[in-house]
């Protein structure tokens, strides 16, 4: 019995049949998709390895007197983003101009010419006794806010929000949990 051969009205098989037929069928469906499939997952494989293309301008401060803080926070952000292998950051001072504040849309197109995929903008301030810390990551290419948020903190934690930021950003970005903290 021919297993490529489709089943003729009315002709009783065994279920041995019915199973050595189905894996004919599958057998041949590997055998067409299969090429395919391979060179879509090696082309899926090979976008991952390279790590995705980011700018990280200053922190702004709220006040001039938050602008340690800002530097500092920074720092942070930019160094675990860095260390992840994942992701390739940019000297924001490369040409694409000023951030003018968080809240602010960027100007997309100069951070195209950079070749830049994502831009995080953020600002850190001192309310009262405690630290406020916003951020936005942004879509370059699709020019929209990918992600916001806002943090509460005591002013000796900024560390520990940095960190907490980077995660933040790592996953939205990659996918992937971040694990840069403490």
Known sequence: ???????????????????????????????ILLPKFATAQTNDAARSAEPLVIAVPEILPGTPDDGEIARDMTQVVVG????????????????AGRIAGVDTVPNFADWRTLGVRALVTGRVSR???RLRSEFRVWDVEGGQQLLGQLYFAAPE????????????IFERLTGQPGNFQD
Do not use: N, Y
Request: glycine share 10%; hydrophobic share 40%.
């Open 1 to 31: 019995m021919d297993l490529a051969q489709p089943v003729q009205t009315g002709e009783k098989i065994g279920r041995r049949q019915i199973v050595m037929r189905g894996a004919a069928a599958t057998a041949a469906a590997l055998t």
């Open 80 to 95: 675990d983003l860095r260390q992840s292998g994942r992701l390739r950051l940019i000297d924001p001072a490369a040409g």
């Open 127 to 129: 309310e009262q006794q």
């Open 157 to 168: 934690d900024w560390r520990k929000v940095g960190h907490a930021i980077s995660d933040v």
